[in-house]
Each structure stands twice: as structure tokens, then as C-alpha cells.
């Protein structure tokens, strides 16, 4: 089955909306974990909205399933990962102006910055994801610039209105698993996923991670992080492919 990756940035949001300490993040890893997360995802942004470097190096020291760390390919960001040296970082494109990640990064045009940025982390060890959209020459691109995965944007998806567009879009996501996965790519995916929409992409073989944080950390607001995380869980468990 897919591992679920649980992203916590949403609870730093509150916490900075007062900028306090509480609620802490790091706690919200915690129960995330014992809810059966697999992987704890966080985003060090460049301007620090949500989480900041002190999350990010308690994280490190915590989590005890995998880290994922996504990032922008700024240089401070980039040397800040190889301090810390997560389990992973995923590569996302960063605009200040955003509510939250916007699409894919766009590795068919940054080729130059991003294999910089990819060598770098590979060197410590660390794997490297590219959130793109699912489309061939980023998929392509992601693979020559040294990425081990990809992490598919679901956007497309989560935001189709007819039934026509739905099915256009995970059929963008079907081809975009099996180029990566013929290219030797881990295949994830992430964004706008939801407990009421996850179900035909969870369905969809060759998935190996999912990444969930709005969705989750909303409904953890009424039955808490634990049981949030374990009704994913179970959601991801009830569609799996038949032969995973
Ligand atoms: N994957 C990536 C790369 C993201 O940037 C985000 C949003 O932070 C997510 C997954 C999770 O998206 P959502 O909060 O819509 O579940």
C-alpha cells in the first residue's frame, strides 16, 4: 500500500497566527505517527510563514517514520537540507504571493539550477522528489536532472467539475505513473487530496507515497490528529490496487 505522508504545515499556521508556541508542530509529527503516518512532511518556506528552522531541526530529531522535506531550490534552503539531511526532499516551486503551492515545478526549464540542487542533496544522501505536474517532458526531465521520484501534482484532478474532466485527469495521472515508474522514478502524488476524493486516485496502480495536509489537519480539528490520520489510512487501505 502507499505510504501516507501527513503534512503538518497547517498547524504552524495557527500557531503564527498569534505567533506563539503552541500548537507545536513537532507534537503534531507525534500524533500524526501514532495515527499510522508513514511520513511526516513539513515545508521550510523561504519567508518562514509556517514552519521555521527550529521545527525543521526538531523534526529531524523526532520523526520517527521518514521526513520529507519540501522545498524551493534557493541556495540558503538548499544548504539548510543538507545540515539537516531529512530522508527526502521534495522540490517545489515557491511564490511569495501564494496561499499554498501552486502547481508544478517546471524542471524542463530550471534543468541547470535543479541539477545543481539535486547533486547537492544526493551527496548527502538524501532522496530527491520534483513536484510536477503529469506531464511527459517534466516527468523526463525530473529523471535526467538525477530526482529518484516524482511526486505527481493531483491539482488537476481535485479541482475537475464533470465527470469528463475528472476522467481526463486521471488518465494524465495513469500515463504520468507509468512513464515514471519505466524510467526507474519512485511515483508519488499530493495536493487537494481530500476523504471524500482521494478514493479513484488511491486506486490507481503504481502510487508509492501520498502527501495530505489541508484535509487532514482540518478534520483533525473536530476528531483529532490520530483519528484524522487513521481515517485516511483507512481510505488509502479500501481503494488500493488490486495488486499492490
Ligand atoms: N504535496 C506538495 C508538494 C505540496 O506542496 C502540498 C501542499 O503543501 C501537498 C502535497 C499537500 O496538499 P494539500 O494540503 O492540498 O493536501
Avoid at 531529512?86 to 539550477?113: F, H, I, K, M, N
Avoid at 502510487?207 to 484535509?215: A, K, P, Q, R, V
Amino acid at each position: 500500500m502507499a505510504e501516507l505522508g501527513v503534512n503538518i504545515d497547517h498547524v504552524a499556521t495557527v500557531r503564527q497566527a498569534r505567533r506563539t508556541d503552541e500548537p507545536d508542530p513537532v507534537w503534531a509529527a507525534v500524533e500524526a505517527e501514532l495515527g499510522g503516518a508513514s511520513c511526516i512532511t513539513f515545508h521550510l518556506r523561504e519567508d518562514r510563514r509556517h514552519i521555521n528552522d527550529r521545527d525543521a531541526r526538531l523534526l529531524k530529531q523526532t520523526v520517527a517514520t521518514k521526513l520529507n522535506m519540501e522545498m524551493a531550490i534557493a541556495r540558503e534552503i538548499v544548504d539548510i537540507a543538507c545540515d539537516i539531511v531529512p530522508d527526502q526532499c521534495s522540490l517545489v516551486p515557491e511564490r511569495r504571493e501564494e496561499l499554498t503551492t501552486e502547481g508544478g515545478l517546471d524542471v524542463a526549464r530550471y534543468r541547470g539550477e535543479l541539477t545543481t540542487a539535486v547533486s547537492r542533496l544526493r551527496a548527502k544522501g538524501i532522496v530527491v522528489s520534483a513536484f510536477i505536474e503529469p506531464v511527459e517532458d517534466q516527468i523526463r526531465a525530473s529523471a535526467e536532472v538525477g530526482c529518484g521520484a516524482v511526486e505527481l501534482w493531483t491539482g488537476g484532478y481535485a479541482h475537475a467539475k464533470t465527470t469528463a474532466e475528472i476522467t481526463a485527469r486521471l488518465d494524465d495521472l495513469r500515463r504520468g505513473i507509468e512513464l515514471g515508474r519505466s524510467l526507474g522514478l519512485e511515483v508519488h502524488g499530493g495536493h487537494g487530496l481530500t476523504y471524500r476524493n482521494v478514493g479513484p486516485v488511491a486506486a490507481l496502480p503504481g502510487f508509492s507515497e501520498f502527501n495530505i495536509g489541508h484535509s487532514i489537519v482540518a478534520r483533525a480539528l473536530f476528531v483529532g490528529i490520530r483519528a484524522a490520520v487513521r481515517e485516511m489510512k483507512d481510505l488509502l487501505e479500501r481503494y488500493r490496487p488490486q495488486e499492490s
